[in-house]
């Protein structure tokens, strides 16, 4: 796959709007906007207003338009080839892949779409080899979801080993040192992008009975368990290496790691402080 450039997008092989192209953005319409929204809302016997209900999206329109120019007919006749080879109806849904500067956290991003309509009426340009196409996407799911998938790892401290005890030989007076202070827990610090709240997939290896604590919003979740195990956040599951589900082991008190848009601060606790606990974090920033 390749990446794109900014100001760029691709669909089914055809990239719109790189530099010299034949086939240019003019205008994107429903990538930022909200889908219609389905209201719960139930209307009131003899009362003004409405009972709330849940608010659930509709699909999401995405409207394309394109220029079209070549500076030879055969050029032309080309690019306006791989635009109706592109948007042919009919078809599963494919990504629509873009990368437009501030939209998406400046990063490249797809919506899985398929071609509704097509619009390209024939005007005194099009002898001149320029036309402009406008094409209507549509996509079942509204989501808009990072390319890549976003990664941070934690680790729970670690103290130093026993730096002192009885050495032999040893002479009157004994002086046994013991083990040093504990360190400061590491704190792992990330910014999620993603305007829809993130549920990542964890992956906690050589913990004892850990608990995950993010001190940006006071929430923790922890499990009594030890060894590696993977917290499934979006399916609210805990699943040892083995396959067996722990979920039943959570800790009281817990609550199912999600992080919303803005700055994470996160720390990983384990009983064990002599060996390092990791939990790895991965997700897919996801817009609305």
């Known amino acids: ?7 760029t997008c691709e669909y089914d092989g055809l990239i719109m709007g790189a530099d010299g192209a034949p086939v240019q953005i003019r ?5 930022l906007s909200l889908p219609d929204m389905r209201s719960g809302d139930l209307e009131l016997v003899q009362r003004h207003g409405l009972w709330p ?3 659930y999206m509709n699909g999401r329109t995405v409207t394309l338009t394109l220029g079209v120019h070549g500076e030879t007919l055969e050029e032309f006749t080309g690019a306006l080839g791989a635009v109706q080879a592109a948007f042919c109806p009919g078809r599963k849904e494919k990504p629509l892949r873009f990368r437009f500067p501030g939209l998406t956290a400046d990063r490249e991003a797809f919506v899985s779409v398929r071609p509704r309509k097509r619009s390209a009426p024939l005007s005194v340009s099009f002898a001149a080899r320029s036309c402009e196409v406008v094409v209507e ?4 799911d509204p989501l808009i979801y990072g390319v890549d998938r976003r990664e941070v790892e934690v680790k729970s401290l670690v103290r130093p080993p026993l730096d002192g005890g009885l050495k032999l030989p040893a002479r009157m007076p004994w002086h046994i040192k013991g083990s040093s202070a504990a360190p400061p827990d590491p704190v792992t610090s990330f910014m999620q992008c993603g305007a829809v709240p993130a549920r990542p997939e964890i992956h906690v290896m050589n913990a004892a009975s850990p608990t995950l604590f993010d001190d940006a ?3 923790r979740f922890g499990v009594h368990y030890d060894g590696d195990f993977v917290i499934d956040s979006a399916a609210q599951t805990v699943t040892a290496i083995g396959g067996a589900d722990i979920t039943g082991l959570i800790k009281e008190g817990s609550v199912w790691p999600e992080y919303g ?3 994470h601060l996160l720390r990983l606790v384990s009983r064990n402080q002599f060996t390092a606990a990791v939990a790895a974090f991965s997700w897919a920033d996801r817009w609305l």
């Open 1 to 7: 796959m390749i990446a794109l450039e900014r100001w």
């Open 27 to 31: 205008e994107v319409d429903g990538l």
């Open 53 to 55: 209900g849940d608010d």
């Open 137 to 140: 996407l549509f996509a079942t």
């Open 217 to 219: 919003t006071g929430w």
């Open 261 to 263: 848009f803005g700055k």
